[in-house]
């Protein structure tokens, strides 16, 4: 039996929208949600971050409330030095952190969720659907996993190692994290974007392979400055203007609209099975068909 993700019905779905840091794709999200015509509404912000991030500027701005449950601060009180997922420890205190996230959440009308730049993984998206937006083309494969799956610049490294001239934002339902079974990055990919070309600098994929391998045997930390890891970051961020402040408001409209769902492991787009939707920056969206 199809199972509708949200289904369209007279009543508007609200959203609650969790945030980490600038703050640059709710932003774009609520900006939309404005629209007289927007079919969800924002319900609630939340940030893991409350010091650091923009939550509380956005919170006044558009009249939201917000909910402030800070990570760094949980981890500390429950004797863990740094955020982490590492051992089995780590992973009973994030659980014990989204038990409390949970409770805080029961205070509003919420429908769905969207994760707007928020960088702790997290098992709230077994309780409700969860979008996200992930720097990196998720319906490319090679021996059946999505080659770019991963957090934060990781992705984009790896396209420009395997010398790809563009990359794409993606929206996916993001799963469980953490646990036995499907990662964030594994859900369907509700859309992808136009893709953007990669701007190397001047800088050469032989130059750039050569300093990924003086990576080896270094802590990530070691080589967060060096030349890949910079390139990355700077690709990620033209990558929020060019694919993600496209493609996740307009995915956003169609999810909250009941454009979406799943029939025996087969996403289907207004009744129609695909592998994804492309969302152009001009024009109507385009179904891809599955493969």
């Given at each position: ?11 508007i779905p ?7 840091g ?8 609520l ?9 969800w ?8 971050r409350?010091?650091?991030?923009e939550?509380?500027?956005?919170a ?18 429950h004797?863990?030095?740094?955020v982490?997922l590492?051992?089995e420890e ?5 659980e014990?952190?989204?038990?409390e996230?949970?409770e805080?959440?029961?205070?509003f009308?919420?429908d769905?969720?969207?994760l707007?730049?928020?960088m702790t ?7 409700l659907?969860c ?9 490319v494969?090679e ?6 799956a991963g ?5 984009t490294?790896?396209?420009?190692l ?8 993606s ?5 469980p ?11 369907p990919?509700?859309?992808?974007s136009?893709p ?14 050569e300093t990924a391998?003086?990576?080896?045997g270094?802590?990530p ?7 890949l ?21 307009r ?12 029939e025996?492991g087969?996403l289907?787009y207004?009744?129609?099975?695909v592998s994804?939707?492309?969302?152009p ?5 385009q ?5």
């Open positions: 039996m199809r199972q509708f993700f949200l289904n369209s019905s007279e009543k609200s959203a609650a929208l969790f945030l980490s600038s703050g640059t794709n709710a932003e774009k999200l900006l939309d949600a404005d629209s007289p015509d927007s079919p509404r924002p319900a609630v912000l939340v940030t893991d409350p010091e650091t991030s939550a509380r500027k956005l006044a701005r558009f009249r939201l409330p917000l909910i402030e449950h800070d990570i760094s601060a949980f981890c500390r009180k004797g863990r030095s740094r982490s590492a051992t780590d992973l009973r205190v994030r014990k952190w989204t038990a996230l949970r805080k959440l029961q205070a009308p919420v769905f969720g969207i707007a730049g928020f993984l997290c098992n709230i998206t077994n309780d659907f979008l996200n937006v992930h720097p990196g083309d998720l319906t494969q021996n059946g996993k999505r080659i770019f957090l934060h610049r990781g992705p490294e790896r396209a420009i395997r010398g790809d001239s563009a990359i794409r934002s929206v996916i339902l993001a799963g994290v953490g646990m036995k079974g499907s990662g964030m990055d594994e859900g990919v509700l859309g992808i136009d953007m070309p990669l701007d190397l600098r001047g800088m050469t994929v032989s130059f750039l392979k391998a003086r990576r080896a270094k802590a930390g070691e080589y967060a400055q060096d030349a890891a910079q390139l990355a970051i700077h690709n990620v961020e033209r990558l929020k203007e060019a694919g993600d402040w496209i493609v996740f408001p995915v956003v409209r169609d999810f909250a609209s009941g454009l979406f769902s799943m025996d087969i289907y207004r009744d129609q099975p994804s939707v492309l969302y920056k001009d024009g109507a969206p179904p891809l068909p599955l493969t």
